[in-house]
């Protein structure tokens, strides 16, 4: 198993990613917010909680699965304010990179 699949079994408080680490993730990766989709410049708006109540303090983790039903791909999901196009992105590239550049305490 690569480490982009995970088991049936999900723990999505292994994919606990903030708002604010988010930011800093995209900001460290996307060198333009512009939509690639549209060419608008409008923001993007990110889903937030993983209960039946949004929270705005932790993201929203998808199960991409995969055609075998056996596997999945957990990922946070972003989209246009203007015209509704999705980016998504892989939970675990994500994960990895905040504890890997954890933030700087003040």
């Known amino acids: 198993m690569t480490d982009d699949k995970s088991q049936v079994v999900f723990d999505h408080e292994a994919f606990e990613i903030s708002y ?3 930011l800093r993730f995209m ?6 917010t512009a939509c690639p989709q549209c060419g608008e410049d409008k923001g993007w708006s990110i889903d937030t909680g993983n209960g039946p109540e949004p929270t705005h303090d932790k993201l929203t983790i998808y199960k991409m699965e995969y055609a075998n039903g056996d596997m999945f791909r957990p990922f ?4 246009c304010n203007y015209c509704g196009s999705l980016r998504q992105m892989a939970a ?3 994960v990895a990179w ?5 933030e700087a305490s003040e």
């Open 20 to 22: 604010e680490d988010m």
């Open 27 to 32: 900001n460290a990766h996307f060198t333009q």
């Open 76 to 79: 946070v999901s972003s989209a």
């Open 98 to 102: 905040i504890a890997e550049n954890p």
């Open 92 to 94: 675990k590239r994500v």
